[in-house]
């Protein structure tokens, strides 16, 4: 997970990641491949591969956000963000530019010195913060090129009680959750294909990975794994997920009710700890755009709790991912054809709604 | 009467069950075949009569969901904090009440007496954040009793007609959805007709999209209740729609631009046979029309409507004309659709 | 191609009535393709076959679209003022003191109500359009509920600028044609594909690839620049060549297409700039979502004032857009 989080793999640029993605499924699938718009697609086929009960996808997504450079000003770099960046926490980031060679940079601001305490309370704008490559114009003129690719530089952090601090925990977490379930399910039979899926631009681009793999795929069942806001002091929001309670299963329009009580049943007959997640309307994640696919697919969300999201140090417990992936190994090892067929909709003329 | 019930009954975006059995009940004996796909919409199917020469598929879309409320948290002292599923104004939200979860536990969603209000806070909109439903519950392990996280809830509201004109909750979209249902019960019609009761429209036109993905029509109609904001200004502006001017038809909405061949059609089949109509407001709301229109390779696709005051707020309110004129305009639109959809 | 671009942008045609634009384009390429469809929705799609077999042959889909943002008249006060709203994102700014064009030739003049102070904001709600009626009953003689206005002004030639209104995207159809007329040989179907509603949420777009389903999707339309003054940094600028999308609000362009794009442009020796646009998208971004997903680019004209009666560009660009649509189409696009 952590070489996970420490790649580079911001929204349209994910192949980094998306070969320690490949690499870290490969032991545990059948096939690994990358499809033509960047998602890496495992795969464990069913244990009676000719005649699969039915395909489930998993769907965690593998961009970060990031930042792009939109012009050169006497070699400082002014720069837009790909995804949804808090600009607040920039100032001071240390930062990688993807040029003609990977280059460290700072995101510099004016130093409090020479501004005066009114500019001081105001939060600096995006367009007047920079990146400095320590280098001379003329050099980086040749190095860096409007539309390069900026990441931040972390290393992850651990933190006491087994929790971690890293970026890009949204959302390779759920990618090493993916991985993990398979890690599980190596020895196991199912009675489905089992897709594990590292999609996308799913933070700038309308989770374009998740529905297109999914186009291609037509799973029956859909499972995004995502991060949700874990409970911070001053955060009187509800509701809210805790760190170290385990996953948080969703319910809401997003999400469909017996799946929903599949994983709830599943959860506590292994004792695995949850808890609630409650989405009245789009969720934000991979599972607003995997359940209208073609005729639409049977979806639930798993979220595993994260807090200070879209920073360089968003937090969590490892003992969260690591019961994500039990609940989804359990899950998928119950899936058979009757519950799958269940889904699929019913001829009301014959049973009842 | 089939509006009532659908009026009454409790059908938010997610969970239209309710709806879904009532409009199943109804229609059920003359249709040919029925299916619920995995999101719940309810699609029927009524063949054209005899051998048709129409070998084309129209698909009817009315929504059956409604905008409500979800369960977020129960406080330790038993009230429950709620958010909206769907657009509503917070402003109509004060001093309500509402039917929770499928027991339908009513509560209430207080505010500070006036009494104890500062100046300044009787100015302030409330969000719905700051709100909070009231069951009655002693704590938490009480209100657990009754309801639970993620329960939704609608608003407590019985239907009743007031002569010319009637009330109700949700007549976005049951009123469409009573005339789908008529439809249904009437023809048969020159072509095989979908009659789609979709889901999931308040938060997306979900339902819509799916659908029309797997009916593959070569033509919609879509039936709404709609904005009608005839209620007396001081400017001159238009109403959206006005009670009793009979259907509103869309020329273009936020979500779609109507195929103008389908509005001439709906116009010259008013005109025909003596109904009255009127054109909504231009890009006023977005309707399913909205995604089924550019289902795979694009339906021609149009939508009208029953004028509903005061529509995603506890109580609407419609006329019986307007109703009947837009059951007998798209009755009178199915029995020469053939000539529209060659 | 001037008087190509001069045709193109003087006639009517805002979001859901292209059909004028439809039908000079439909006269201008019609001799030139294989295959020439409207669909559904009202696209034009041109099919060109491959020239010459090989394997390294695909489906290309080139979009460029044919609607202007304009108005729709939404109300008729009782003393035949219009009320509307927009199509497409029209700023009420660039209205103050214009002309309108209705579909039948009708022409209004654009006012606002009285403004409670010079600082207040210019808000759609205050304009109104004026037909030179004298009442309700004689304006709805002119126009009605519904109908549609687009910008009313003339196409100027300046030399090495062309100004007009919908350049957004005319001058993309423009170069479509234009590329039509000068490909040789290609061992690519393309499909060039004149889209309607563009403005009002890749609507065309969006049903016409998934009809044609392409392996590469390219769409060629407007981009904005940062070279006038006090303007949004932006490294775009009007005389430096077509730009090759890298980002913009809507979607990241195809990395793998966008470095080709780069390649086609430095070994044909055609100036090119790198566009990061902060706001606004195009057909690119819905091609790229239809079905299992279509790599996707752009190339871009840069354009000054866009959604403005009096866009403004280069016409060395245009030419520059052109060739490299040529040169790109005419190799194997592997990437």
């Known amino acids: 997970m952590k070489r996970l989080c420490e790649a580079s793999g911001i929204s349209g640029y994910e192949s980094e990641a998306g070969r320690i993605a490949a690499d870290a499924f490969a032991p545990y699938a059948d096939e ?17 591969g000719d005649s699969p009960a039915g395909r489930i996808l998993l769907a965690g997504h593998l961009d970060e956000i990031g930042l792009m450079v939109t012009s050169l000003e006497d070699g400082f770099l002014r720069f837009t963000t790909v995804g949804g960046f808090d600009v607040r926490v920039l100032p001071g980031q240390e930062v990688m530019v993807h040029g003609q060679r990977p280059l460290p940079g700072i995101v510099g601001s004016r130093p409090p010195h020479v501004l005066s305490a009114e500019a001081r309370e105001k939060v600096t704008p995006l367009d007047e913060l920079f990146i400095d490559v320590g280098l001379p114009p003329s050099e980086v003129a040749a190095l860096v090129s409007v ?12 933190l006491m009680n087994t929790r971690v ?3 890009a925990m949204d959302d390779r977490s759920a990618v090493a959750a993916m991985v993990e379930t398979f890690k599980r399910l190596a020895d196991c039979r199912t009675a489905v294909d089992l897709y594990g899926v590292a999609t996308v631009q799913e933070e700038a681009s309308d989770f374009l990975g998740a529905r297109t793999s999914a186009f291609r795929l037509q799973p029956d069942i859909a499972i995004a794994v995502d991060v949700g806001h874990a409970e911070i002091p001053d955060a009187a929001d509800v509701p809210i997920m805790t760190l170290g309670k385990g996953p948080g299963i969703a319910m809401g329009p997003n999400i469909h009710p017996q799946v929903y009580e599949r994983l709830v049943a599943t959860a506590d007959d292994m004792e695995i700890p949850w808890q609630t997640d409650p989405c009245p309307g789009a969720t934000g994640t991979d599972a607003w755009a995997l359940q209208i696919v073609r005729e639409g697919i049977p979806t639930a969300l798993l979220s595993i709790p994260l807090r200070y ?12 991912i690591e019961r994500t992936a039990r609940l989804l190994a359990a899950f998928i090892v119950g899936l058979d054809g009757d519950f799958l067929g269940g889904l699929r909709g019913a001829n009301a003329t014959r049973t009842t709604v | 009467m089939l509006l009532e019930q659908l009026s009454n009954a409790a059908g938010v975006s997610g969970n239209e069950a309710p709806v879904r059995d009532a409009i199943l009940a109804y229609v059920r004996d003359y249709v040919d075949v029925t299916q619920v796909d995995s999101l719940g919409n309810l699609i029927c199917l009524k063949r054209a009569a005899g051998a048709p020469e129409c070998q084309r598929k129209v698909m009817i879309a009315a929504h059956m969901d409604e905008v409500g409320i979800m369960v977020v948290h129960i406080e330790g002292n038993g009230f429950l904090r709620f958010r909206p599923v769907g657009g509503i104004d917070p402003r109509v939200l004060l001093s309500k009440a509402v039917l929770i979860g499928e027991k339908m536990v009513p509560g209430v969603i207080g505010q500070k007496a006036i009494h104890l209000l500062k100046e300044h806070e009787r100015k302030q909109v409330v ?6 439903i009231d069951i009655g519950a002693k704590d938490k392990a009480d209100a657990e009793q009754a309801v639970k996280v993620g329960d939704y809830g609608v608003f407590a509201t019985r239907f009743a007609s007031l002569g010319p004109t009637m009330k109700g909750k949700a007549l976005d979209d049951r009123a469409g959805c009573a005339v789908l249902a008529e439809l249904l019960r009437g023809g048969p019609y020159p072509c095989d007709v979908y009659g789609v009761f979709t889901v999931q429209e308040e938060v997306g036109l979900r339902g819509a999209q799916v659908a029309a993905y797997a009916v593959k029509p070569d033509v919609a109609f879509v039936v709404e209740g709609t904005v009608c904001d005839d209620s007396p200004k001081k400017t001159d502006v238009s109403p959206t729609t006005r009670l009793g001017a009979g259907s509103a038809i869309s020329i273009a909405d936020r979500s779609a631009i109507a195929d103008r061949r389908l509005v001439q059609f709906l116009v010259d089949t008013a005109n025909r046979v003596g109904l009255p109509y009127q054109f909504k407001q231009p890009l006023i709301g977005g309707t399913d029309a909205g995604r089924i229109h550019l289902s795979r390779e694009g339906v021609p696709t149009v939508a009208l409507a029953v004028p509903c005051r005061y529509i995603h707020s506890p109580v609407s309110l419609m006329s019986q004309a307007d109703f009947d004129n837009t059951v007998a305009l798209m009755k009178a639109a199915l029995s020469r659709v053939d000539e529209v959809v060659k | 191609m001037k008087d190509l671009i001069k045709q193109l942008t003087e006639v ?26 409207t669909d559904a929705m009202g696209n034009l799609i041109a099919v060109k076959r491959p020239t010459v077999e090989s394997a390294s042959g695909r489906r290309i889909m080139l979009a460029a679209h044919m609607d202007e943002i304009g108005v729709i008249v939404t109300h008729v006060d009782a003393n035949g003022f219009l009320r509307f709203s927009s199509i497409g994102g029209v700023n009420p700014l660039t209205l103050l003191g214009g002309r309108v064009a209705f579909g ?14 010079p600082a207040e904001e210019v808000k759609l709600e205050k304009l109104f359009i004026d037909v030179g009626a004298t009442d309700k009953e004689r304006a709805e003689r002119l126009v009605t509920v519904g109908d549609v206005g687009s910008f009313d002004r003339q196409f100027a030639d300046l030399g090495d600028r062309l100004v007009a209104k919908a350049m957004d995207d005319r001058v993309g159809c423009a170069v479509l044609v234009q590329t039509l007329r000068e490909l040789r040989s290609t061992s690519h179907e393309v499909s060039f594909v004149f889209t309607v509603q563009e403005e009002v949420g890749l609507r065309g777009a969006t049903t016409s690839a998934y009809g044609v389903n392409p392996d590469i999707a390219i769409a060629v339309d407007v981009t904005a620049t940062g070279d006038t003054p006090e303007a949004r940094t932006m490294a775009v600028g009007i005389g430096k060549g077509p730009a090759i999308k890298v980002k913009d609000r809507g979607m990241l362009a195809h990395s793998g297409l966008k470095n080709l794009l780069v390649r086609m442009a430095k070994d044909s020796g055609i100036p090119y700039q790198l566009e990061v646009l902060e706001f606004g998208s195009t057909d690119a971004m819905a091609m790229q979502m239809t079905r299992e997903g279509i790599p996707a680019g752009v190339i871009s004209v840069p354009t000054r004032y866009v959604h403005t009666p009096s866009e403004m560009v280069d016409y060395a660009d245009v030419l520059g857009a052109v060739r490299l649509l040529v040169a790109t189409l005419s190799a194997p696009m592997e990437f």
């Open chain 3, 104 to 117: 039948n030739g009708v022409r209004g003049v654009i006012g606002i109500e009285k403004r409670e102070s």
């Open chain 1, 147 to 158: 539309g390069d690719i900026v990441s931040v530089s972390r290393e992850a952090i651990n």
């Open chain 3, 12 to 37: 009517w045609g805002p979001s859901g009535q292209e059909g004028a634009v439809r039908g000079l384009i439909t006269a201008a390429v019609k001799p030139l393709v294989d295959d020439l469809r």
């Open chain 1, 165 to 167: 601090a890293a970026k």
């Open chain 1, 309 to 320: 999201m879209h920073t360089s140090v968003e937090t969590l417990a490892i003992r969260d």
């Open chain 1, 32 to 48: 690994v491949r990358t499809d033509s718009m960047g998602n890496v697609v495992a795969l464990k086929r069913a244990a009676r």
């Open chain 2, 127 to 132: 969000s719905v954040d700051q709100m909070f």
